[in-house]
């Protein structure tokens, strides 16, 4: 059984940074691709970064290239999420979700294991 736990949210002011964790467990990574999603309030879970786990290749939205940096520890069975340059907009429950399959997706119904999620909230 796969389990995602993050951690890592908070609140910070406009311009800050914060960096997100998801320890994995349960299985063994190695075929798997994995992913960052958010929701804010009434709006839908969107895609945010995905990492292939065994050769690192990643793929970003948008609106975060360049503040947002995806990264694995394959040691540790920990993906992270470096936001950088922290906007109120980037305002919303972040979670992580994985797949099996080492294509990187942006479609939320291709990830079959979520976490719990962890808030992240950007003062202006």
């Known amino acids: 059984q796969v389990q995602l736990v993050e951690s890592g949210g908070g609140l910070v002011q406009a311009g800050g940074s914060l960096r997100l964790s998801c320890v994995a467990s349960g299985r063994t990574f190695s075929n798997y691709a994995m992913s960052w999603f958010r929701q804010a309030p009434g709006k839908e879970r969107e895609f945010v970064a995905a990492?292939?786990?065994?050769?690192?290749?990643?793929n970003y939205e948008d609106s975060v290239k360049g503040r947002f940096t995806i990264s694995r520890d394959k040691a540790k069975n920990t993906m992270y999420l470096q936001m950088n340059s922290l906007k109120p907009e980037d305002t919303a429950v972040y979670s992580c979700?994985?797949?099996?399959?080492?294509?990187?997706?942006?479609?939320?119904?291709?990830?079959?294991?979520w976490g719990q999620g962890t808030q992240v909230t950007v003062s202006s």
């Open positions: 990492i292939n786990w065994s050769s690192g290749s990643t």
């Open positions: 979700a994985a797949k099996l399959g080492l294509r990187l997706s942006m479609l939320r119904h291709e990830y079959a294991y």
